[in-house]
């Protein structure tokens, strides 16, 4: 039998078949292949790839709770530790004020604030869901959590370090006490990824700054372990805090 011979166009042709295929390889999304577990495995730091890695992470498992349910969980598992005499009870994360919750929501004194404000949860197209995410719900005063509003989030200088300042300038905002800025930058930041929101260039760069100068403590880690047992998903920027730099924009 005499060999095959391949004629000189017949190979051209198949050179450009293979080179045809390899490209089209090259140039597939990541995020359609198989997704990644870790961003990092994003090939060349695809932003796409990297946004949807977090989005998984932040879906797994994830249940959908009603508002009710999830204030509920916020008062009674999440945020309620027993003070000195026993009582149960929920600090405001704005001020110092501490609340005597018992075995029900309080009705007085104390509201829920939302992290990232109800009014700009809206465009997600998941705003039940999104408004009902115990992790940037958190008990708060009702006056200050008045005062906070819907406003963004700005390093306004204030010499409290326990309680919130409104920034009176022609960019108004509104600062936390220093011991919530860590917390309020990776509850954005989940909110962001989770629900394809985005965050203005200018509160984003103060929120960069606040998670890296606040880094994750074991309250918070703690604080996501009762939400997990609740809701039953992650905040990956609690778990690996070091994602928040793959992302180049939120």
């Known amino acids: 039998m005499q060999p095959h011979r391949m004629f000189p166009w017949s190979w051209r042709i198949a050179q450009a078949f293979v080179s045809l295929a390899i490209a089209s390889l090259a140039s597939a999304p990541n995020a359609l292949a198989n997704p990644a577990q870790n961003p990092a495995d994003c090939k060349n730091s695809d932003q796409t790839c990297i946004r949807e890695t977090l989005r998984t992470y932040a879906q797994s498992d994830k249940k959908t709770l009603t ?3 999830a204030r509920e969980a916020m ?5 309620v530790y027993l003070d000195e005499k026993g009582t149960r009870v929920v600090k405001s994360v704005y001020s110092p004020e501490i609340f005597e919750v018992g075995h029900s929501i309080p009705k007085n004194g104390v509201n829920t604030e ?17 408004r009902a995410d115990i992790y940037h719900l958190f008990p708060s005063e009702i006056q200050i959590n008045g005062i906070r509003g819907s406003l963004p989030f700005r390093e306004c200088g204030h010499e409290s370090n326990v309680e919130g300042a409104v920034c009176e300038s022609s960019t108004r905002g509104f600062e936390p006490p220093e011991e919530h800025k860590g917390i309020v930058a990776r509850a954005m930041f989940y909110i962001s990824v989770l629900y394809s929101l985005s965050i203005d260039a200018t509160q984003e760069k103060t929120l960069r700054t606040w998670a890296s100068t606040h880094p994750v403590s074991n309250s918070e880690v703690q604080r996501a372990d009762k939400i997990q047992n609740v809701q039953g998903n992650r905040n990956p920027f609690i778990d690996h805090p070091e994602w928040i730099e793959m992302v180049n924009d939120f």
Do not use: C, I, M
């Open 67 to 69: 508002y009710s349910g």
């Open 75 to 79: 008062f009674q598992q999440v945020d």
């Open 114 to 130: 939302h992290t990232w404000p109800q009014t700009f949860l809206k465009k997600s197209g998941r705003f039940e869901e999104a």
